[in-house]
T-cell receptor, first 114, second 109 residues
Framework: DGGITQSPKYLFRKEGQNVTLSCEQN?????MYWYRQDPGQGLRLIYY???????QKGDIAEGYSVSREKKESFPLTVTSAQKNPTAFYLC?????????????FGSGTRLTVV | GQSLEQPSEVTAVEGAIVQINCTYQ??????LSWYQQHDGGAPTFLSY????GLEETGRFSSFLSRSDSYGYLLLQELQMKDSASYFC??????????FGSGTKLNVKP
């Protein structure tokens, strides 16, 4: 994963349950992002963080929460308020703000409601 | 808001050349990226264009026209392993990328 690790690979959630997806990086990148991908569709931005202790909502933040207490870690919690959470969740990192490179993605977490 | 349009599916034969187009409407445009995603996998970065013109990286090239809000990815000497989905993505403010819905490329023998 080139210095970015997502876990678990598969996750099953029961109705009304909160679950947390892990994203860890060791590339010392400032920026971290969470995207959601539904089958046959593109990626939609959930939350992003440019620096420690700061994060911003993306286009589909409702029903999700994040924290950025350490530079290396950006966990995503899918709360019971998210009514349709089954999807492929991707964490991405990018070099310091202002650098013209793309993202490096983690291998993703497949979340299924059971 | 942001919107990106790309064809949903393209089919080509091994050894051929294929072009995947992307048109976009966005505020705060900084550049256009392309990503490749194999079934079940994560997207991998292919290219980034901040300025008009053609960027070449091996068999893949990417083009941008800012005045036309248009770009394309050109894949040459197609191989079976190139069968994947390809996403264009616009870089907007705060180092955020907005993705198109993806083009599924089928390479046939």
């Amino acid at each position: 994963d080139g210095g970015i690790t997502q876990s678990p690979k598969y996750l099953f959630r029961k109705e009304g349950q909160n679950v947390t997806l892990s994203c860890e990086q060791n590339l010392n990148h400032d920026a971290m992002y969470w995207y959601r991908q539904d089958p046959g569709q593109g990626l939609r931005l959930i939350y992003y963080s440019q620096i420690v202790n700061d994060f911003q909502k993306g286009d589909i933040a409702e029903g999700y929460s994040v924290s950025r207490e350490k530079k290396e870690s950006f966990p995503l919690t899918v709360t019971s308020a998210q009514k349709n959470p089954t999807a492929f969740y991707l964490c991405a990192i990018a070099p310091n703000f202002g650098t013209d490179y793309g993202y490096t993605f983690g291998s993703g977490t497949r979340l299924t409601v059971v | 808001g942001q919107s990106l349009e790309q064809p949903s599916e393209v089919t080509a034969v091994e050894g051929a050349i294929v072009q995947i187009n992307c048109t976009y409407q966005t505020s705060g445009f900084y550049g256009l990226s392309w990503y490749q995603q194999h079934d079940g996998g994560a997207p991998t970065f292919l290219s980034y264009n901040a300025l008009d013109g053609l960027e070449e990286t091996g068999r893949f090239s990417s083009f941008l026209s800012r005045s036309d809000s248009y770009g394309y990815l050109l894949l040459q000497e197609l191989q079976m392993k190139d069968s994947a989905s390809y996403f264009c993505a616009v870089k907007a403010n705060f180092n955020k990328f907005y993705f198109g819905s993806g083009t599924k490329l089928n390479v046939k023998p």
